[in-house]
């Protein structure tokens, strides 16, 4: 089930990211804040490791 | 000597479990499995008449064809008009005033194509998910008729280590592919599709690894499984042949005048037997492939159209659709082959119980 979970999650923030993504303004930092999302994609994606090293 | 062996086969066969078996087999067939019933094919072994002769049964079959044919053909339309439109917005881009909200119309209708995508998908996902549930259905029915005449031809030893061996390794197999490998397919498909909204490669290659996972698992669980019966049907049969062949011989040499009488009759009733086993052997696998070939054909099917329509698109829509909407049809074609190798799996069960029995 947790699983079910960890997808859905990495489902749900790829598709927000991507729609904001399109929505930022053109700039400098544009590039930046891009960065930034991919970092918080592989965050999401990581984020089972948290709950086996807890343990 | 025809008379004899109905009679066996009635005494032998519980009617009215294999009738309901056969029921539920052809309401998920569309009736295609009623050409197969176990009376028919006593009577064509009785007869030696060709089982698969029927003008019927290949009329229906090309019916199935082309009714899947025509509704693949549906999907595919509906994703080409929803890219000709992303095409078109692409194009339009430039007498916008932003680019955003050419971008966000290009997202929804995105949106609409992978929205299309995953209910089509779906549909074959339980469609293969119950044939599956019917595949183990049909060996846990038929398993334990095969074993018990395999005990009444006197092979105690196989029987007895056999039954519960097989029995086990298809619930077993049914619930690894339904809890495991099935969910992992069904979320490859759900990262191919997302890899296709995103501008950039996210999940490409877990979507590409988790496949590749569930394939290669299905594979060697099944030649585990499959070597762990055929080599105690091996030794077992060894065994079995040993202690029938020793019991035929003192019967026939230390019973005075008797003797090779009986031994004669044990001889045509094991053969009577062996032909009741083949039978119901044979109306196995004859349900099994009937069972798979709908979801067969038409995920196959689907995923022939996906590939198609991907060489339609790629000269209107962007590079990234095709590649995601020919991914798709891959991991379509990789739930076919896991539903393939399964039934494979319990033909092989089957076929090794078939085999046991000796020279049939």
């Known amino acids: 089930m947790s699983i079910t979970i960890w997808i859905k999650e990495i489902f749900m923030i790829i598709l927000s990211i991507t729609f904001l993504e399109i929505l930022l303004p053109e700039s400098t930092l544009r590039n930046y804040v891009k960065f930034i999302f991919s970092i918080v994609i592989m965050a999401v994606i990581l984020s089972p490791i948290e709950g086996v090293l807890h343990k | ?360």
């Open chain 2, 1 to 360: 000597m025809k008379e004899i062996l109905k009679e066996q086969f009635n005494h032998v066969i519980d009617q009215e479990q294999t009738k309901s078996l056969s029921e539920y087999a052809s309401e998920l067939t569309g009736g295609i499995s009623e050409y197969f019933t176990l009376e028919e094919i006593l009577n064509a072994a009785l007869e030696g008449n060709n089982i698969f002769e029927n003008k019927a049964m290949i009329a229906s079959l090309k019916d199935l064809f082309f009714y899947e044919l025509e509704s693949a053909l549906c999907i595919a339309a509906e994703i080409l008009a929803i890219c000709i439109i992303i095409g078109l917005l692409k194009n339009l881009s430039g007498s916008f005033e932003t680019k955003g909200i050419s971008n966000i119309a290009g997202f929804v209708c995105m949106i609409s194509v992978v929205g299309i995508t995953m209910i089509h998908f779906n549909d074959v996902y339980h469609l293969t998910l119950n044939a599956m549930k019917t595949m183990s259905y049909t060996m846990e029915i038929l398993l334990p008729i095969l074993i018990g005449i395999l005990i009444a031809m006197g092979q105690v030893t196989s029987g007895t280590i056999m039954s519960p061996l097989i029995l086990s390794a298809v619930t077993a197999f049914h619930h690894i592919i339904k809890n495991i490998i099935l969910p992992t397919v069904f979320f490859s498909a759900i990262f191919t599709l997302l890899n296709c909204i995103t501008e950039k490669d996210y999940v490409n290659h877990m979507a590409k690894m988790i496949r590749k996972a569930a394939l290669y698992g299905t594979g060697l669980i099944v030649t585990l499984m499959s070597g762990i019966i055929s080599i105690q049907g091996l030794i077992t049969k060894t065994s079995d042949g040993l202690i029938m062949n020793t019991a035929k011989y003192s019967i026939d040499a230390f019973i005075p005048i008797v003797g090779s009488f009986t031994a004669e009759t044990i001889d045509l009733f094991l053969t009577c037997m062996g032909s009741i086993k083949s039978i119901v052997g044979l109306f196995g696998i004859l349900l099994i492939m009937t069972l798979i070939m709908i979801p067969v054909l038409k995920t196959l099917m689907i995923a022939v159209i996906y590939k198609a329509t991907a060489c339609l698109i790629e000269p209107v829509a962007s590079k990234k659709v095709a590649e995601g909407i020919s991914d798709i049809g891959t991991v379509l074609i990789t739930l076919t082959a896991i539903l393939f190798f399964s039934s494979l799996l319990f033909i092989l069960f089957i076929t090794s119980v078939m085999k046991i029995g000796g020279n049939l």
